[in-house]
Structures are given as C-alpha cells and as structure tokens.
DNA sequence: GTCCGTCCTTGACCTGTATCAAATTCCACC
DNA sequence: GGTGGAATTTGATACAGGTCAAGGACGGAC
C-alpha cells in the first residue's frame, strides 16, 4: 500500500501458519497473544461480497488470512475513493469503535480471523504488548495512508499508475522467492479497472488509457487483461515519480 | 484535519495547564505519566522554520503546545504534498523509527513539549496505558488520513476548499466557546494560500480563485486576506460535499 | 509619509483528465 | 465450439483546474 519503496521488514515468516504476519497473529506471536486463541473465529467471504458497510456495528476486528478486500468510503453522489487495500496479514476494525466508518469489501474470496470485539479490548488490557504491536502496526498504516496522499494529491495520472503496479510488483517479489532481484518480475493484477480507479482517484477510462500507453512504452508487458511483467523494476519505480533512495530504513 | 462533523470528544479539558489534550499529556494525565515529567523539555520554534527535514533523525516525539506545524512530503520535480496538520495536543514523531519520513515545518510559532526517544521508548515498554493511549491517538490520525483521501481523490476544488474551511471553523467553534451553535462562525485563517494549497492538492491561484467565488456567493465573508465569517456552517457544509448525518460516534 | 517585498487576486489561455459513446476481448456457461 | 455478458479498450469531445502573466493590497523598515 505504500508508494515508495518501503521497508517490509517488520513481516515476520511464520513457522505455525503459512501466512507471513505483520504484526499480530493469534496462532504463534508469542506466549502472551496465544490467549488470543480462546476468542478467536473465522469466517470466509465472496468475492464482491461486502463484509461491512459504513455505519454499520462491526462486534470484531479481524485480521486478514488470505485474500483482498478494500475500504472504501463514498460521497452522497456516488462518487468513490478507496482508502485503503487489505492484504493478507492486515488488521481491520479498531477496539474502542463500534461503528465502520467505510465500507470494506472483499475483492477476492477472502478468509479472516476474527476475534469479538469486548475480549479483544479486554486483552487489550491486559496484555502491554499486544497494544505496542497494534501501535506500531497502525503508525506504519497512517505511513502508507500519509504516502497515498501524495499520490492523489500531486501525481499524475501516469505516475499514479506505475505507482499503484510497482507496489502490486513489489509485493508480489517479497511473497514469491525473489529469484535475481534484478531481473523481471511477473503477477496477476489482483483488481479490476474500476477498482484501480477508485484506488487512485481516476476514472476507469483513464486507468485503461495509461496501462496501454505503459505497454506501448515497454515499461510492462501484458498477456491478457491481468497477467502482467515488469521487465525493468527500475523503470516502472521512476516512472512511479519515487525518488529512487529506496526509502530510509531505521 | 477531519473532513466531515467528526466527535472530538476525547478532548479533555485540563485545570493543570492552558491545553486541550486529545490524548497524552505529560502534565496532568494521570498518575502512570507523571512519571514522563523526568524526561520531558520544551522546544520552541519560529514561523517558517522546518523543526526536522524529510530523513532526518529525529531523536525526540513531542506533543505540539502552541502554534500551527504542518507535515509535508515532497516529491524531487519539488511537487509537495501536505500530509497532516499539527494543531496545539496533537503528537508528532513516533516510537521506533528515529528518521522522519516528511518535513515538518512551523506554520506560525510553535512550541513543543518532547521527549527524548530512548526514555519515551522505555516508558512505553513500561507503562500500559500510555500505549494505548498513543494507539488510540494513532486510529483517530488514521481516520482523517483516509477522509483525506476522500477529499484529495473526488472532491472538486470548490468542495476541497469548503472542506478545510468548514475543519478550521468546526476547530474554532469548539475552541472558543460555541456561543449559539447555529449562529455565524468568525475566525482567522492560520494558512496561507499557498499551503492551503499543499494542503488540498490544488494551486494556490486555484485556492484564491475558489475562496472569490465562495465569497460571491455569499456561502463566506471575507474581511481583510485571513479573517472569515460563516454565516451559516450548514451551508458551508453542504458545499463541502460531506453527508449530513453529522458524523457516527458510539 | 514612501518604498519594498510578500502575499493575494484576476485574467487569458492550455492541458490533462473526465465524459459520453462505441467497439472489442475475454471468460463462463451452455 | 457457440453465445451472452461483463470487463476492457479506444475514440471524440468537453471542461476543470493548471500555467503563465500582470497587477493590487498590505505590512514593515526607514
């Protein structure tokens, strides 16, 4: 979600569970957040099933097993702008809110674990580091959250785009092995135009323009609507408008 | 920094000192922070100084006293981007990250309550509350962030305007005592256009020619370039394209 | 006072993106 | 393999906001 290179370090690979936790994870995070076991949940959702809808009372906060869904928030007129993209290992739903203040969406089949919402604040309570680690979490959210400002506020629309394909690209180099981190990288667009489009503050039309004029251009290839490879990471980063420092790590 | 009627409620007014604390304060928040007092020391700042550039370390987190700071991220071609509003009780830094990933720069004088990083890190570690504290602080700075993002991704420049206006004057209103709630709003504005601008992901020729118009049509007065008067906040409301349910708190 | 510099306003024009309107591709399902 | 429908692409045109340029208002220094 973030635009610019950032630091995916604090992903921790897991042996208990195959998916690669950020923050917190209710199966092996350490001694304390093993209680978490005794309240958590799961459930699964459609694609396109929408999960909450803004305003709604939402009695969990979930973290993300596999699958996407997006939060979105709308305008009285129709008009959409997502704020955020959900992927496995990230947390929804906030202690101490009952109500969603935007919809959130599945965009694939998503699976999450859950966990209701009074233990987990009661946890919260409890457990000091639970808390530190939800702090650091949503400090690197608001981060990210902060990055997508810059881009729909001063971006082009071209730059919107290599930014949104170099994060998907990016993401996808850490999960896969990243064989000769040089070389091409290769994924399947996870979203629709039209959510690309609410992503980045454009239209469909536009995001649709700009992704043929990247392939004209060579900055990607594409085979069919959604298989796409970056033959040059390098390329589409300074296509993106990043600087290219690859941003500062601590 | 919120778009819509959002509840400030977790401001709590303090017979210790002047501020308005939304959330940690070292000086009268509760037995647990006392302790904070042996770390604590103020800075001040003038109009236009930048406290810490982009990348910097930053070997302090601080709680804004007085004055206006503004976080801004740019990009090399110089394009900036305004990412967040520093107004008196709210935080800036954050545990375990010492560089700074923007600017932050005095709007008007400042001054700051900091602490140095290693013993606020420590106190963290040690004292529950305060975490959650922070967290809390954190998940409402993520709340704005994103309808921020609304405003940057959908809103037209009349609306985006609208928008910061009607903050400043819901900010204002609350400062001040809210003598008559439906009755005229007055107060100065604490931009200029130029970072009004940074701010809403427009020009600043944009900014005035947008704050002309909603003088014309009477949605504002103008007295001077900064002092403004709503005549009717619903009004200002409705321009700024926000639903009117006021805003869901639980 | 008046001079100067900064901030702001307004105008004329241009460009990037939205809008409206067809095609075209692709996939799921028969 | 054919068919229907959604997703995508592409084209023509409109318009919001950007860009460039010229004043104007205001405040501080002298």
């Known amino acids: 979600m973030s635009v610019k290179p950032r630091p995916l370090a604090p992903q921790i690979a897991c042996g208990d569970c195959q998916i690669r936790h950020r923050a917190v994870c209710a199966r092996c995070d350490g001694d304390e957040l093993r209680a978490l076991e005794e309240i958590k949940y799961y459930r699964r959702f459609e694609a396109g099933q929408t999960l909450v809808w803004s305003g709604d009372r939402m009695d969990f906060v979930a973290s993300v097993v596999n699958g996407i869904a997006t939060l979105t928030q709308t305008m009285e007129d ?9 992927l496995p290992s990230d947390f929804v739903g906030r202690p101490g809110r009952a109500r969603a203040p935007y919809d959130v ?3 694939t089949d998503v699976m999450l674990c859950c966990f209701r919402r009074e233990p987990f604040e009661a946890m919260i309570r409890e457990t000091p580091h639970l808390a530190q680690r939800l702090l650091e979490m949503t400090l690197d959210e608001l981060d990210a959250a902060r990055e997508w400002m810059l881009l729909l506020g001063r971006k082009t629309a071209r730059e919107k785009i ?4 170099a994060i998907l690209a990016r993401r996808n180099a850490t999960l896969q092995a990243r064989a000769g981190s040089g070389g091409t990288i290769t994924f399947d667009l996870p979203l629709t135009r039209e959510a690309m489009s609410d992503y980045l503050g454009l239209t469909l039309e536009t995001v ?13 290839h ?3 609507k959604r298989h796409i490879t970056v033959p040059d990471m390098n390329r589409l980063l300074s296509e993106a408008g990043d600087d290219s420092d690859g941003g500062l790590v601590d």
């Open 208 to 220: 649709s323009r700009q992704i043929s004029a990247l392939r004209r251009d060579g900055v990607i």
């Open 105 to 107: 969406t599945a965009t």
């Open 78 to 86: 129709g008009r959409r702008q997502m704020v955020g993209l959900l």
């Open 162 to 165: 290599a930014s949104l394909l």
């Open 222 to 224: 594409l085979e069919g």
